[in-house]
């Protein structure tokens, strides 16, 4: 089987445009296939803002009212999602950009209501795998935005993270899949105050011992439970590094973030 | 060749919900392959003025300054172009939204500034035939959005009557195409006040007769201009007709608006 990185990048470098480009220029390096998925970023609350339509955040959840739908619609299917397309497309790359109802491709429900009313947002049910692998060896470089699609509901807003791992998992099928979580440090650190001491792997071996050790604490547990998650569903491996790296990926003796793996 | 047909709506369908699902019902019936284009819209004047972003006009035509730029690959690529492709799923159809730069998919110059600088305009220079081809070929339904690319200038914005001649003269080489450009009225009318009296066919031996007559008139001449040039690459006719109608296109005996072939 072919390698397949599925690369997610979030709001920070979506956000900032030095970093985007340095991203985009080490992507564009790459050799192998690869799938972007990419986040939101501060400009859909400024949007939101301009048009008047109000942010409600829940326990650091977005909760997306129908004008708030129309908004992720705008920028993350929009803006960001073409400004990535026609970058990369200068780049020399035949990007193409999706939201999960183009060609079907990432099926959701609208989340049940019970304490939250979470609004327009979806969980994904499942992926049109067939589709992403036609598009795929067409020779495009898919770029997806965090939307999902619901025959009743229309767009729905969902995680990038989620997309990335849902995509990930079902593209496992036919490729060597990596799925590599692009954030703004180098990759784990043993010491968050020294930037150097990045863990170089995390398996099954030694996780429970980071855990232990309050190496490995708060947020960062269910983040790496799901990439736990994500391996014993058939990906080769689960990257957490800096997105600008990416290029190190394919670089002889190189090593990038964090490899989690069994 | 199997046939293919290229329909234009306007912004008029775009911005009338009751008429845009009439007419994606009535599109979402037909068993030939077709390739929608979408033009803009008032939303788009609307959200710019929402935040803040001047709408220029000079000669009607909208000069595209960079947050212009923003907004209409925000609302045209995003909002408008991901709502056709969610309902015309939930109608059944396979659809994929596609702008200029997804697939590289329409080439753009920028317009050279000469009298007027129209800002990030884009005059179409050719069509990843390929592409489109290989998209219509895995079953998808394109809707495409007004928006060309360049390589040095990034997205553009593109009349979206021109979109629609230019995709259906490149995919002529591979299908017997049709162009239809929905519109208000049912057809061409010999009288303005008369909606019935839709002139049925215009051609090469009629047209002359009903520029004299001042049937044919102002607006409505390089109009019928470039259908006719669009006929003579290859094109099997042009309709201008109501969109609405667009199912009459398959019905037995039924006629679709104004019909303009050789």
Redesign the interface.
Known sequence: MMDLLVIKIGGNIVDDKYKLRVFLKNLSKLKCKWVLVHGGGKIATK?AK???VESQMIEGRRITSEAMR?VV???????I???L???L??LGK??????G????LINAEKRPVKNIDYGYVGDVESINKE?LK?IIE?G?CPVIAP?S?N??W??LNTNADTVASEIAKAMAKYFNVSLVYGFEKAGVLRDLNEPNSIIAEINIGNYEELKTQNVIFDGMIPKIDNAFSAVKEGLKAVYICDALQIDLMEQEGARLGTKISL
Chains 1, 2 share one sequence.
């Open positions: 949007i301009d048009m008047g129309d619609s705008m920028v993350y299917g929009g803006l999602n073409k400004q397309v026609s970058d497309q200068s035949n990007a193409i950009g999706l939201s109802a183009d060609g079907s589709f036609g067409m495009l939307l699609y025959p009743k229309g767009i």
